[in-house]
């Protein structure tokens, strides 16, 4: 038999173990779809992990050695198939062959042909994909001018409205990103690179150097984590943030969520505190950003709004209405979930097709409203904004007075090399997501604020936060997923704040469009398939449209504890001190997230689901996903928060933070809406409009 891209006498054993985690039938086994060529392209990106396979073929091929019998019959027997590393193997083996072609390990697409699924929607898309791009108004490091009006740190949501609305006004503006801006083709295909993923390789989203560490403590214990692991809490590094691939719901907070201490108190162990604004100061900019970046969605179930959405609703299939009917019997209210996607044509971009790939990806056609395509768009068209790619803001520069006065930029030159310089502005405006801007902020201590810009009260980086969430999987015995995207149609926010002993609560939301890969590991984690073997094989092959899983997001209590700091000793790729992440997830959290799972358990089985199981439980270290929040806390007191109501930065008037970072609590729901809503109401006051 021939080797394989560098496995030399290896190939046999492995070939037969890749084939025991997924056997031929109807359709190819693993190695005939390209399992090997799969490995051995994974580990060209993760050699680190080339010991952990050498030393599971070698005891594989030990046991069946020494009993003399073939690979397949001695293994199934043996304990090897017990333990981790024949787990993480088989995981590995099974995520090539579910996942795009193009990774190797699914030629041909014969799983998706065996589970009927593609990434197309229902006939076809209706045009060629991906749309042309407008191209973004860039500037080069040698290009950049000595001074700007305005500088804006970071792409994203809270970033992208400061850039529209301060260029808008006739101020001069630059944005610093600290990723790239990849093309729609490269953020449309990929099913084990994106950031929704966590299949150990780095997300093509950013951060793609592998050198960019974060320390997380979990007690006693410090790890220097690598964007690809778990605990390092990704969250899109590239032009238009977390918005370029996100699943773009766009929930407003209720006026209770503004107002969580009076109504709860302040749990033991917590910093639960209220918001220094309330609903009615922010529900004219909810109103804004739904109509500017256009939402799609349903007037019914949210009393507290004042205007109804752009647009209506996009599609939704069977499952909508087979768990509408559910929540109907057990007297629950539901409402469609909005979206920030177009559901017909609007503002030159398509509407949305229907595909079955959305979360996580960026859109072929332009349908899901981005910071990329409405806000930043807008700002390069007014001729006086334009974005610096892949550099990092160093540190806040102030001048004699104490008064910022420029940022330090570090990148690297396509030969590699690393450039610095500093570069001069009126006005400063952050808005890197709350990890790193809290690690801006820290990272520019200077002699007037040793322990950081906007740190005198030991605020900067406290109440790190996200969403813990809960939920379960449900298979049923008919078909119950037609695979029409993006899939979120359908909420109950019934146990939002009706949670008895429970402070907060949650909604519940039906998922996304399933990805095979995904499916599997929901499936095997779930116990509700064998994680190899035929019976997984045909597991996935029945039960891909006939699986439905209902989460929701957990309105989390504070906790001064979880917070970042610098790490001293560790540095990024361009030497800059990292984010250190320390913190729990406190137990209130914890108790929510265990009603809201089994209120989900309770929804798929009275909507008919035959096999159910719980999906919760929440990894060490503090919450900090893909929604973090809280680092630099609005208040109206500078002695218990970072920026004022109106997001500028206790003692500078001229330094706002404009992302999730600010928030005082980060709702029960996901908080994008929030991000651009009160970006366009600190924004409108700075620029005057």
């Not at 010991?51 to 397949?72: F, K, M």
């Not at 970072?661 to 709702?667: E, I, L």
Request: with cysteine; net charge negative.
């Amino acid at each position: 038999m021939a080797t394989i891209d560098g496995f030399g006498d290896q190939t046999v054993w492995l070939e037969a173990m890749v084939d025991l985690v997924i056997p031929a039938d109807d359709f190819p086994s693993a190695s005939r779809a390209g399992a090997l060529a799969f490995l051995a392209s994974y580990l060209g990106e993760r050699p680190d992990l080339r010991s952990r396979l050498d030393r599971l073929i070698s005891s594989c091929a030990t046991t069946a050695l020494e009993v003399g019998s073939e690979l397949s019959a001695v293994i199934v027997d043996s304990t090897i198939v017990d333990s981790e590393d024949w787990r993480w193997f088989a995981e590995l083996v099974s995520a090539g062959y579910y996942s795009d072609p193009a990774q190797g390990g699914n030629a041909d697409a014969a799983s998706w042909r065996m589970v009927d699924w593609s990434p197309a929607p229902a006939g076809g898309w209706p045009q060629e994909i991906p749309v042309p791009e407008p191209p973004p108004r860039t500037v080069q490091v040698g290009q950049l001018r000595d001074r700007y009006d305005a500088i804006v740190i970071g792409s994203g949501p809270g970033g992208g409205v400061a850039a529209c609305l301060l260029a808008g006004s006739g101020r001069r503006v630059l944005v610093v990103e600290a990723g790239g801006w990849p093309a729609t083709a490269e953020l449309a295909i990929d099913q084990l690179r994106n950031p929704r993923s966590d299949w150990g390789l780095l997300p093509l989203t950013g951060p793609t150097n592998g050198a960019d560490l974060r320390v997380l403590e979990v007690g006693p214990d410090q790890r220097r984590l690598r964007s690809y692991e778990p605990g390092w809490n990704n969250n899109a590094v590239t032009a238009g943030g977390g918005s370029r691939v996100y699943g773009a719901q766009a929930w407003r907070f209720e006026p209770r969520d503004f107002a969580m201490a009076s109504i709860y108190g302040v749990p033991d162990g917590s910093a639960l505190a209220d918001w220094p604004i309330s609903y009615d100061d922010l529900e004219p900019y909810y109103s804004q950003a739904e109509q500017e970046l256009g939402v799609s969605g349903s007037r019914l179930g949210e009393r507290f709004r004042r205007s109804h959405f752009p647009m209506p609703p996009v599609r939704s299939g069977p499952r909508h209405e087979l768990l509408r009917a559910a929540a109907e019997k057990l007297g629950w209210t539901t409402v469609r979930v909005p979206l920030l996607v177009n559901s017909r044509e609007r503002d030159g971009r398509a509407g949305c097709p229907g595909c079955r790939m959305c979360v996580g990806f960026a859109c072929p056609v332009d349908a899901k409203a981005g910071s990329q395509n409405t806000v930043l768009r807008r700002a390069f068209a007014t001729g006086r904004a334009e974005i610096l790619l892949d550099t990092r803001a160093e540190r806040l520069v102030v001048d004699y007075r104490g008064r910022v006065s420029e940022v330090a930029l570090v990148g690297r030159l396509a030969d590699g090399r690393v450039w610095r310089r500093s570069v001069a502005a009126k006005e400063f405006v952050v808005a890197g997501g709350a990890i790193e801007s809290a690690r801006l902020l820290l990272n520019s201590a200077h002699d007037g604020e040793p322990a950081g810009i906007g740190n005198g009260a030991d605020q900067v980086g406290r109440h790190l936060q996200g969403h813990v969430y809960g939920g379960a999987v449900g298979i049923f015995d008919d078909e119950v997923e037609d695979l029409v995207g993006p899939g979120p149609s359908l909420a109950t926010h019934d146990f939002r704040h009706q949670m008895p002993g429970i402070v907060g609560g949650g909604i519940l939301v039906d998922e996304f469009v399933p990805l095979p890969a995904n499916v599997y590991r929901m499936l095997t984690e779930a116990g509700l398939i064998p994680r190899w073997g035929l019976a997984s094989k045909q597991g996935m092959r029945r039960l891909l449209r006939r699986v439905l899983r209902v989460m929701g997001p957990i309105q989390e209590v504070t906790s001064a504890e979880s917070r970042v700091r610098v790490d001293p000793h560790t540095y990024d790729a361009l030497g800059v001190p990292v984010a250190r992440l320390s913190g729990t997830v406190h137990a209130n959290d914890l108790a929510a997230q265990s009603v809201i799972a089994a209120k989900a358990y309770e929804w798929l089985v009275t909507a008919g689901a035959t096999r159910t199981a719980l999906l919760e439980g929440a990894a060490p270290g503090p919450s900090a996903g893909q929604h973090q929040a809280g680092t630099c806390r609005m208040g109206d007191d500078p002695r218990r928060s970072v920026v004022d109501p109106w997001c500028r930065v206790w003692g500078h008037d001229n330094l706002w933070v404009t992302d999730a970072s600010v928030h005082v609590t980060n709702g029960a729901a996901n908080p994008v809406l929030t991000v651009f809503a009160n970006s366009y109401r600190a924004m409108s006051r700075l620029a005057g409009t």
